[in-house]
């Protein structure tokens, strides 16, 4: 079992940066690949950024490539999204979220998840 509580959103004109953090309960954490996923109302859950359970191995959206960074303290049982040159359309509900095996892009494959923090980039 694994609860994951997500922090640091909040509202940032555009630009700007932020850094998402998820604490994670459990000392299973360092078995678990890692994913961060954002929500707008009315919208799917979209895959924003994955990373291993050994933090060697990461990927991102398109969107966001280039500009986010994804990072992981297994010691601190911790994952991070830095979060830079932020956008308008940037702004939703972040979710980080757990998983054993699958897709990394698909949020069904994930077996925890937080409470989501919100995210607001103003122009």
């Known amino acids: 079992q694994v609860q994951l509580v997500e922090s640091g959103g909040g509202l940032v004109q555009a630009g700007g940066s932020l850094r998402l953090s998820c604490a994670a309960s459990g000392r299973t954490f360092s078995s678990y690949a890692m994913g961060w996923f954002r929500q707008t109302p009315g919208k799917e859950r979209e895959f924003v950024a994955a990373?291993?359970?050994?933090?060697?191995?990461?990927d991102y959206a398109d969107s966001v490539k280039g500009r986010f960074t994804i990072s992981r303290d297994n010691a601190k049982n911790t994952v991070w999204l830095q979060m830079n040159s932020l956008k308008p359309e940037d702004t939703a509900v972040y979710y980080c979220a757990a998983r054993r095996r699958g897709n990394i892009y698909s949020p069904n494959e994930y077996d925890y998840w937080g409470q989501g923090t919100q995210v607001t980039v103003s122009s």
């Open positions: 990373i291993s359970w050994g933090g060697g191995n990461t």
